[in-house]
């Protein structure tokens, strides 16, 4: 049998994926963070090791096309344990984000941890804006969202106008009982960026539960990597051309709020804008131009299968991921 596996690897979690040749997902790895500002040397390794081995599993003689590493060195040892590395596809973030809708041109607007906005055009040209980590960057991100919801929640006793649920939702979702605890947390063990991203889960769930500062939290975070998305459209002349608005992260798949708020301000700049939140995760992206070097083409039945078949795995890496996860669950 034939596999495209593919490992998309970001400052937060790691994703690999195998997928045989005929759209079904046979296996599934979840790992640490693979970014070598965020952790060390043996992390990134043991993160490695840890997603490659639970995708493979128990796949034993297969032939696998590699999308996402680099060739040679301790990974691809690992592979060859279970088959043959016969091809290599290059895969960064990017290209696995429009692979995952089946494009070739347009805007990729990514919001998890970090953020970045990409444009790329029919004849070429492209920018890229963001992307700087936390004290740069991360413009309109689950970690700039988790931000602001703890600065809101520490300032809702100032006045009334500041009053939101976050003030207690916050310091419960990280199992302390008060504000107090929280501070002392924050300044006595600190708060990993990871932690602090996973804050933006409990701004979501109270901004969608009416609390208005939650809300402008996250709307806020939204216009900020607008603001992006604008610099992108001007600078590509892209106001009057239909193009996709691919969205992907934790953010951008999860929050309805941040991303009608995104897409309802792109469109003032680029009323054509065609919002588009892939099935997959981008790391399918990456299998699925594995599949294409293998020769497999990209058929809506091979989509369909892909999508029905990840369910189970996406469930288990979840919750396998939620029982070890920090900060907010």
Not at 71 to 89: D, N, P, S, Y
Request: proline share 4%; charged share 20%.
């Amino acid at each position: 049998m034939r596999y495209a596996l593919a490992v998309d690897g970001g400052g937060s979690k790691t994703d690999a994926v195998v997928i045989d040749e005929t759209g079904t997902v046979v296996g599934w790895g979840r790992g640490g963070s693979l970014h070598h500002y965020y952790t060390t040397r043996e992390a990134i390794q043991e993160a490695l090791q840890t997603c490659l081995s639970q995708a493979l599993g128990n796949i034993q003689g297969g032939e696998f096309w590699v999308s996402g590493l680099h060739h040679g060195g301790h990974t691809q040892e690992l592979i060859e344990r279970h088959g043959r590395v016969m091809g290599h596809a290059p895969a960064g973030e990017v290209n696995m984000a429009f692979a995952a809708v089946q494009r070739e041109w347009g805007m990729v607007v990514l919001s998890g941890t970090g953020s970045f906005v990409f444009g790329l055009t029919p004849d070429g040209r492209a920018r890229h804006f963001g992307g700087m980590g936390p004290i740069l960057g991360d413009y309109g991100s689950a970690y700039a969202v988790g931000l602001y919801g703890l600065r809101a929640a520490f300032a809702s006793r100032w006045t009334e106008a500041r009053r939101t649920s976050l003030e207690k939702a916050i310091p419960a979702a990280y199992g302390l009982p008060d504000l107090k605890s929280l501070f002392e947390r924050v300044y006595g063990q600190g708060l990993s960026r990871r932690e602090i991203a996973a804050a933006a889960r409990i701004v979501d769930a109270e901004a969608e539960a009416g609390d208005k500062v939650a809300r402008n939290c996250l709307l806020g975070a939204a216009d900020e990597l607008a603001a992006l998305a604008f610099d992108v459209i001007n600078e590509l002349k892209l106001h009057d051309e239909q193009f996709p608005v691919i969205g992907v992260g934790s953010v951008a798949q999860k929050s309805r709020l941040w991303w009608e708020r995104l897409c309802a301000r792109i469109h003032e700049l680029a009323p054509a804008a065609e919002p588009l939140l892939p099935r997959v995760k981008p790391v399918v992206g990456g299998a699925l131009l594995a599949l294409k070097e293998m020769g497999v083409q990209w058929t809506p039945e091979l989509l369909d299968r892909i999508v029905s078949t990840q369910e189970p795995h996406l469930r288990a890496a979840d919750e396998q991921e939620s029982q070890t996860a920090q900060g907010p669950g």
